[in-house]
């Protein structure tokens, strides 16, 4: 070594002192990289739910989950089986039509609107409309898009989103199609044509009209059933609803503009009405989700559980873009199934355990709309009392270096607070959802721990706010990538961005594990009030 080296020696050290305080301690990225391969390979063919490839990712998870030590926490081993109903519309069976001054103008399907087969749809109905604007009734804030309309009988014309008034976590609760049909059932509505928001569309018109005969599925028990009396959905392109409005008084582009503001929006009757036929595919499908557990260390707090939660499914195969027919889903969700395998190990080879148990919750169904946790939280295989707290991962998106990390649900529960310590610590700046409007918190897992009580939160990689390069990136993310046949294993992805967010999520599943207190909600949380009265099923 020569004596200029040397002199070099101490400056080294200062620097890899200083970095080592941010620097991943458990994870290189590169063991997460190896699971996504596996879990997002072009032979597990997308992992829809019912396929046997699922079944194979599955498979190759529990093997993972058992050389790692941990316990099954299924119903038949490390699985819990699920039953559900798939749903497929036959277009060549199926049409609609707007009916104006008693001229029929046919729809093309595809073009101006498409059926959502997630509700029975009906084999024929023909109805008038009335434009509800936003469509929702929201009693706490003596908010009602309904009032004063008569909607007996009636298809009722909505636009995705909600008035800005409204504040997020309200709007977000009702705005799922399940809340917002439970008050339009009420008022004696037959179903629903919704416009997307062109202001909050992750994906254009193209692409979400490309995979609309995919196969839908909701959970063969009736009493999942969120849409029960629902005869129609139908989605319409908001590049053609000028023609709903024909003599109605009122324009699309008046009212559009609004609600890319999110203002107010005029509710009335109007002058067309809706002819539909529908041919319904029906099979029963069975699919999985796997539990394991690793024991607590603590002789009383071991019989509390946190939940590590991500979906493992996706969206399967469905029509090519440039050429590419397999949905990957490299992203959306083998990246969270993979940073679960990925702390579950190195969980295993630490010496200190957990207090609490640790329960590993790879979902089925997240793209079916949220069902396999949906199923796991109402018939959980541990005591549901016992759950203090969900941690889901989904899309974490490490497309870019961790600087700035979203918490969905920071100011709901202490959790949020215990996420921000353990971010602050490795010098992460933690910001609330930046994009409320996306309802993000309840579009995942999550959402329905919470609505059983238990705080749950979700966390992600998000752009520089003050970077619109960095705020691009991800835009072009959702647009290309999203859903698309391209969130595949060839896109570009930080590893060491990867294992950053790795360590945060370890670090704040150990913290909730072995704190005495069990997480709660905030006093002023929306959500607080499912832990005094849970949603049910
Ligand atoms: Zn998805």
């Known amino acids: 070594m020569t004596p200029r080296k040397l002199l ?5 050290l200062l620097a890899i002192t200083a970095l080592s305080q941010l620097a991943p301690t458990h994870f290189d990225g590169k063991t997460w990289w190896g699971y996504v391969k596996v879990l997002a390979a072009d032979d597990m063919q997308g992992r829809e739910t019912g396929s046997k490839e699922l079944l194979n990712a599955e498979a190759y998870v529990v093997t993972q989950l058992k050389q790692e030590g941990l316990q099954p926490a299924g119903r038949n081993g490390y699985y819990q089986p699920v039953k559900f109903m798939s749903r497929q519309i036959v277009e060549q069976d199926s049409s609609l039509a707007l009916v104006h001054d008693r001229k029929t103008e046919p729809l093309t399907l595809g073009d101006d609107a498409f059926f959502s087969s997630r509700v029975d749809l009906a084999p024929s109905v023909e109805a008038p409309l009335v434009f509800v604007g936003w469509g929702l009734s929201v009693p706490e804030k003596n908010y009602d898009d309904l009032v004063g309309l008569d909607l007996k009988g009636k298809v009722a014309v909505l636009i995705n989103g909600s008035p800005s008034e409204l504040p997020g976590a309200l709007s977000a609760h009702y705005q799922p199609s399940a809340e917002r049909w439970k008050a339009l059932h009420k008022a004696g509505a037959i179903g629903t044509i919704g416009i997307p928001n062109p202001a909050s569309m992750d994906i254009p018109w193209s692409r979400m009209s490309l995979n609309r005969t995919h196969v839908t599925m909701t959970l063969a028990d009736p009493k999942f059933n969120d849409t029960d009396g629902a005869k129609l959905y139908v989605t319409f392109n908001p590049a053609k609803a000028d023609i709903l409005f024909a ?11 609004a609600a890319k503001q999110r203002k107010q929006l005029p509710r009335f009757p109007l002058a067309v009405s809706i002819k539909a036929k529908a041919k319904l595919e029906k099979h029963e499908i069975e699919s999985n989700n796997v539990v394991a557990k690793l024991p607590g260390s603590d002789p009383q707090l071991k019989n509390e559980y946190v939940v590590l939660s991500a979906h493992i499914d996706h969206i399967g195969v469905g029509q090519p873009v440039n050429g590419d027919s397999i949905y990957n889903g490299a992203m959306d969700n083998a990246s969270g199934s993979a940073v679960l395998l990925d702390i579950a190990a190195s969980l295993n080879k630490s010496r200190d355990q957990p207090k609490r148990s640790i329960l590993f919750l790879f979902v089925t169904a997240e793209e079916k709309g949220l069902l396999g ?3 796991f939280t109402a ?21 870019l270096p961790l600087k700035v990390l979203t918490v969905w649900g920071l100011a709901e529960s202490d959790m949020g607070d215990d996420a921000r310590q353990v971010a602050d610590a490795r010098g992460i700046q933690v910001q609330a959802d930046p994009e409320p409007q996306r309802n993000v918190f309840i579009r995942s897992d999550q959402y329905n721990f919470i609505r059983h009580g238990i705080p749950a939160l979700m966390m992600g990689i998000a752009p520089d706010p ?4 960095q705020k691009q990136l991800f835009r072009d993310w959702l647009t290309h990538r999203y859903h698309a046949p391209s969130d595949d294993l060839d896109q570009p992805v930080d590893l060491s961005s990867a294992a950053q967010y790795e360590e945060v999520v370890r670090g704040l599943l150990i913290k909730v594990a072995d704190q005495q207190q069990r997480p709660e909600w905030k006093s002023d949380s929306f959500f607080r009030r499912y832990a005094e009265n849970p949603a049910g099923y």
Do not use: C, Q
């Open 466 to 469: 003050n970077s619109p390069e």
């Open 379 to 399: 018939y959980p295989t541990v005591n549901r009392k016992a759950i203090v707290a969900d941690i889901n991962t989904d899309m974490f998106l490490p497309i």
């Open 8 to 12: 070099l020696i101490p400056a080294l």
């Open 373 to 375: 946790s949906r199923y």
């Open 247 to 257: 003599g109605s008084g009122h324009g699309w582009r008046e009212i559009v503009d």
